[in-house]
């Protein structure tokens, strides 16, 4: 461990989760800090300016949606949930309120630690005022400057609002979008409805899927939207 590896905020009141991240990430290039508390986590958030929070909902003394919202009022750090509360409400609430990503307990490590990676990533490219004007996600070229995509070099005939779509998803690619953020951003706060949504997805994947029952680039998260896998 050094002073150079990223700084994580868990934010956790059971013992033995706290315990199991602890393991988990300092055995790993990562340092900890922890709170069991809302009032702990906003100490630790504003006089350490961790790279990354690592968040329960349920806390003694808070929520952790309440948190969130507190936090991203001042701060841009990633923030992933990790709570047992696995309702699509509690998910899209989280998002909605600014977290970064959400995993229900009980969670594999392999796959926080490629949440994780993913959440630092993006707060470094957002740092450098990316994403550029071309983003590569898998086998998609996009790009944003001349509205075109390219899939395995092979160019894609895309709608305006397919293309709106796509590149909204690019840009967070990696991370949960909600149906409405998507419909804020890609309808821009317009009559659309969540079904709109669903429909212009299922033509993108016809356009840009092998298999569009079985996507593998368009992953849908059910109930709160949309993630393109990276």
């Known amino acids: 461990m050094s002073a150079n590896d990223p700084l994580v905020v868990v934010v956790e009141d059971e013992p033995q989760v706290r315990r199991f991240l602890r393991a988990a990430l300092t055995a790993r290039p990562f340092r900890l800090l922890e709170a069991a508390t809302v009032a702990e986590a906003k100490l630790l958030v504003t006089s350490h300016n961790p790279e990354l929070v690592l968040l329960d909902l349920g806390l003694p003394d808070g929520d952790g949606i309440e948190l969130t ?29 600014g977290a970064d990503d959400y995993l229900t307990k009980p969670f594999g490590l392999d796959e926080l630690l490629a949440r994780m990676r993913v959440a630092l990533r993006h707060a470094r490219e957002s740092g450098a005022d990316a994403p550029g004007p071309v983003i590569q996600a898998g086998p998609l070229t996009i790009d944003l400057t001349q509205r075109e995509v390219l899939r395995d070099g092979a160019p894609v005939r895309l709608t305006p609002i397919e293309f709106r779509l796509l590149a909204f998803l ?25 079904h709109h949504v669903r429909v212009h997805m299922a033509d993108l994947r016809k356009k840009i899927e092998v298999d569009p029952a079985r996507p593998k680039l368009l992953v849908t998260e059910l109930g709160v939207g949309y993630r393109l896998r990276e």
């Open 69 to 97: 919202r507190a936090i991203r009022s001042w701060s841009r750090v990633p923030i992933i949930v990790i709570s047992a509360r696995g309702r699509e409400a509690d998910k899209v609430d989280a998002l909605d309120a």
């Open 170 to 194: 690019a840009k967070h690619a990696g991370r949960i979008v909600t149906h409405g953020q998507i419909l804020k951003e890609v309808w821009g706060g317009t009559a659309a409805e969540p």
